[in-house]
């Protein structure tokens, strides 16, 4: 068997949705699973969908998420040129376009948009799509001839019988058989000279040695087409592989107002990359064992084509949220730091060390805006309840809290190092000589200094951070607030 090498193949038209970015994921594990080769081909032949700075969301994203193609438009593997509008000017599209022509495969059109505009159309899946005629099929050599000698306007289109079948293969739909009479003889070159997608794959594809397309089903009802032209020019077909639709909680088509439709807006959102990688290495794909977190190197090792399932994928945002918070966990300190200082800093705005903080929320949020929600107390103790100094467990009550405050008062006044080892130590002490269980100093203390049931951290570690003023002037107020209410 060949050397096996994968493509992705994008179109510079806007942000990297969600669904192109498996695409590419899965071409570059099947490529580097095999020991094989991935390349990144641009393919702006559509003039008219390009968008502006889209060409670098590719490269950046590519390069975010890891996929490193060995070859491209900035890596010459001797199979280039790697932009499609670059590959038109060397003539490739043209030629084979002729060759086609000569065995009867493809055609002339001259047909002007009016007589064009006349013509009967279908609904296919939902879209209008024009039948072609054959009108032009019917005119003589001499005729394209003096047309084109005459300089007029033409699209060269691909000559599908009206009668039989065609069949391809696909890895996860197996073999699809369709009516030659359903399909039209659609345009491999354009009237500006362009190629279209639909032809341009298939001659890049061979010519790249490509052996295996992965690509999302939309383009299942193209696939006899290129299948023809595969069989027309006498080329082997690459494997195909058409992934499933990925959609929303739902069921509904992912879009851009659900916020997770392109991989720049879920980076935009505060997850990490790694995390929204693996989790889209999984929209659609299942390890053999059941296992949820993979690094990318991990991916490479186990990934299997044959395990890609063809049922429709979910894009479940609470899975996305908890495997973050996986490696939020997992994340070095510095880095986590770096990534979460915008958000502390929008959620604290006294002088704390905000890394103390950080440590603490580390492994207790899933994504960067959870921050906001256990930190907010820095700020200033919340309006709360004096029930919250009952506990159970703790055997606490507003008075035994009252009474605990009290006594406490004096010795955190006094007390120099606020380091929380310290306090600790003190608290202890005082339990110690209370003789009554850690929680029941801990719990009111930690409530006095909060005013929340939740905190990132216990007693000690939040006076630490708030200092020894803040920390007393909050366990006053706690004091004179269960004096007053109780
Ligand atoms: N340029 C096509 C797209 O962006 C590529 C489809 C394919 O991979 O063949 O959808």
Redesign the pocket.
């Known amino acids: 068997m060949s050397k096996v090498r994968t493509r992705y193949?994008?179109?510079p038209t806007g942000k990297m949705h969600v669904g192109?970015l498996r695409?590419a994921l899965y071409e570059f594990l099947i490529a580097k699973h095999a020991g094989g080769e991935f390349m990144l081909r641009i393919?702006d032949t559509d003039q008219e969908r390009f968008v502006e700075g889209a060409t670098e969301i590719i490269y950046r994203t590519m390069e975010q998420a890891g996929l490193v193609h060995d070859e491209g438009p900035d890596r010459d593997g001797g199979f280039g040129p790697y932009v499609q509008s670059e590959r038109m000017k060397t003539g490739i599209y043209m030629k084979y376009a002729e060759e086609l022509v000569k065995k009867g495969e493809a055609y002339y059109c001259f047909c002007e948009k009016e007589r064009l505009e006349s013509l009967k159309t279908e609904i296919v899946e939902g879209k209008e799509i024009m039948m072609y005629d054959k009108h032009c099929l019917s005119l003589s050599e001499e005729e394209v001839k003096a047309n084109l000698e005459a300089g007029k306007p033409f699209v060269i289109r691909q000559n599908i019988p009206m009668e039989g079948t065609t069949t391809f293969h696909d890895e996860l739909y197996g073999d699809i058989t369709v009516e030659n009479a359903e399909l039209d003889d659609m345009i491999l070159i354009k009237s500006d000279g362009y190629p279209t997608?639909n032809f341009a794959?298939v001659v890049d594809d061979h010519t790249m040695n490509i052996t295996h397309?992965v690509?999302?089903n939309e383009?299942l009802s193209s696939a006899p087409k290129y299948q023809r032209l595969y069989d027309a020019f006498g080329w082997e077909s690459p494997v195909y592989i058409h992934l499933p639709l990925i959609t929303d909680e739902n069921h509904k088509k992912l879009s851009k107002r659900s916020g997770h439709a392109s991989f720049e807006d879920l980076l935009g959102q505060g997850f990490v990359t790694e995390a929204v990688v693996n989790f889209i290495a999984l929209l659609g794909w299942s390890p053999e064992e059941n296992r949820e977190i993979f690094s990318l190197e991990e991916l490479v090792q186990e990934f299997d084509y044959h395990r890609i399932s063809k049922s429709p994928a979910v894009f479940d945002m609470v899975k996305l949220k908890w495997m973050n918070g996986e490696y939020l966990k997992a994340m070095d300190f510095h880095r986590f730091y770096e990534m979460a200082e915008p958000y502390l800093k929008e959620a604290v705005h006294k002088e704390y060390d905000l890394k103390k903080i950080a440590a603490m929320v580390k492994t207790r949020i899933e994504v960067f805006p959870d921050i906001k929600e256990h930190v907010d107390f820095f700020d200033g103790v919340p309006e709360y309840e004096i029930s919250m100094y009952a506990h159970k467990k703790m055997k606490t009550t507003p008075e035994s809290s009252l009474e605990v405050l009290r006594e406490l008062l004096p010795v955190f006044e006094k007390q120099e190092d606020y380091s929380n080892d310290a306090l600790y130590e003190t608290l202890c002490g005082y339990v110690k000589e209370k003789g009554c269980k850690n929680g029941y100093a801990m719990w009111p203390v930690r409530t006095a200094v909060s005013g929340k049931q939740m905190t990132p951290g216990g007693a000690t570690e939040l006076m630490e951070v708030l200092g020894r003023e803040e920390s007393v002037a909050r366990i006053q107020a706690a004091i004179a607030k269960l004096e007053k209410e109780l």
Request: proline residues 8%; without cysteine.
């Open positions: 193949a994008p179109s192109n695409s393919e997608y794959n397309v690509r999302g383009y």
